[in-house]
């Protein structure tokens, strides 16, 4: 039993370095990466997906489900962390580091309630992928991936303390749940690999 976990794809507001807001989309940058992943996938033994509501990862996981032909989820337990009033604001513009172990965004999440949500989902994730014949993919948001991979796998996994580039790949097996492989963009290359030039 496996669980792909992958973030979504880049959008415009990713590359600007703004704080974004539930309902954007991907770039056409973003949907060319959504189309490698899908095909890397093809070979793979995913039988069901399971994204977060975002409008970004909902398009990532439309784009996969038309390739695998597999069914899609929602789960909005798996949202990027909310940072309430500060949405739309660029990285530039901040007058505090919004991801210091202490901040909480007007309006948004602080961390603890950031963790306590991303453990329910990961309760939901793995519940999920236990009942299944094959392979669960998980698309959700950098900070979601990085709390899972951080405080949800076993002591000896692969682990990280980078942020996720845009649709890495993550996979996890268990249980107990490890991760095998981390992070991986093997499916860009060219102008879609995330180390490109802007």
């Known amino acids: 039993m496996g669980i792909w976990l992958v973030r979504h794809g880049e959008t415009e507001l990713n590359a600007a370095r703004v704080l974004q807001p539930p309902e954007t989309p991907l770039s056409s940058l973003g949907l060319q990466q959504a189309e490698r992943l899908a095909r890397r996938l093809l070979a793979s033994p995913v039988v ?8 970004r990862a909902r398009m990532t996981a439309e784009v996969v489900e038309r390739q695998l032909r597999v069914p899609v989820e929602i789960e ?3 949202q990027e962390r909310s940072f309430g009033d500060l949405r739309g604001t660029p990285y530039a513009e901040l007058t505090e580091d919004v991801f210091g172990p202490d901040y909480s965004p007007p309006g948004g999440e602080s961390w603890p309630i950031f963790h306590g949500r991303v453990a329910r989902a990961w ?5 999920r992928a ?17 709390a899972i991979i951080d405080r949800h796998l076993e002591p000896g996994a692969v682990t990280t303390t980078a942020g996720l ?9 268990g249980p107990p749940w490890r991760a095998s492989l981390l992070g991986c963009v093997a499916h860009l290359e060219g102008e879609l690999h995330p180390s490109a030039p802007a």
């Open 130 to 146: 236990s009942r299944l014949d094959g392979d669960l993919l998980v698309v959700s948001h950098g900070l979601v991936c990085k």
């Open 123 to 127: 309760a939901r994730v793995t519940e």
């Open 48 to 55: 069901q997906i399971l994204s977060s509501d975002h409008r």
């Open 76 to 78: 909005p337990l798996l």
């Open 165 to 173: 580039a845009n649709t890495a790949v993550t996979r996890i097996e």
